[in-house]
């Protein structure tokens, strides 16, 4: 695993758990919850896309 890779799975994960307490919060922003969900989307998207480039490249000898 690469740090790039690592660094946006940890990056998922503290939006994940910011998520979550926004959405216990007694009084939740849902502006805030809207852009959380936006990055959340966005990191997975640049690791599946590290994921598939990783699988079309050659082996190394």
């Known amino acids: 695993m690469s740090e790039r890779t690592f660094?946006?799975?940890q990056y998922h994960q503290k939006?994940?758990?910011?998520?979550?307490?926004?959405?216990?919060?007694?009084?939740p922003?849902?502006?805030?919850?809207?852009?959380?969900?936006?990055?959340?989307?966005?990191?997975k998207d640049k690791l599946q896309a590290l994921v598939a480039k990783g699988r079309k490249a050659p082996m190394p000898a």
């Open 7 to 9: 660094r946006l799975m």
């Open 15 to 27: 939006l994940d758990e910011e998520l979550r307490a926004e959405l216990r919060s007694n009084w």
């Open 29 to 43: 922003s849902f502006t805030r919850i809207q852009r959380l969900k936006r990055l959340k989307l966005s990191v």
